[in-house]
């Protein structure tokens, strides 16, 4: 069993930049791929950020690449999403995401975390 708890979400104007945190519980936290995935509304949810559970493997959404940076610290069981260069249309719900396997979509997620907004204002 594994828990994930997101922090770091608020409002933020056009051009700053937020710092997401996924902090997670269990001892096979080094063997799953880390991801993020988000929802905004009336929109479906869709896939931002991933790490492999090695690190070898890092993937991006074409909407983020460039501005967003996934990164991972297995000796605290924590994911990061540094988030640069924000725009209104990355206002969302991010959701942290445990995997088995290094390509995350919505089929083969195990865990999700609760969620928390992001805001981005003009």
């Known amino acids: 069993q594994v828990a994930l708890v997101e922090s770091g979400g608020g409002l933020v104007q056009t051009g700053g930049s937020l710092r997401l945190s996924c902090a997670a519980s269990?001892?096979?936290?080094?063997?799953?791929?880390m991801g993020w995935f988000r929802q905004a509304p009336g929109k479906e949810r869709e896939f931002v950020a991933s790490?492999?559970?090695?690190?070898?493997?890092?993937r991006y959404a074409d909407s983020v690449n460039g501005r967003f940076t996934i990164s991972r610290d297995n000796a605290k069981n924590t994911i990061y999403l540094q988030m640069n260069s924000l725009k209104f249309e990355d206002t969302a719900v991010y959701y942290c995401?445990?995997?088995?396997?290094?390509?995350?979509?919505?089929?083969?997620?195990?865990?999700w975390g609760q969620g928390t907004q992001v805001t981005v204002s003009s």
């Open positions: 790490k492999s559970a090695s690190g070898a493997i890092t």
């Open positions: 995401a445990a995997g088995a396997r290094s390509v995350m979509t919505m089929r083969n997620i195990e865990y």
């Open positions: 269990g001892r096979t936290f080094s063997t799953y791929t």
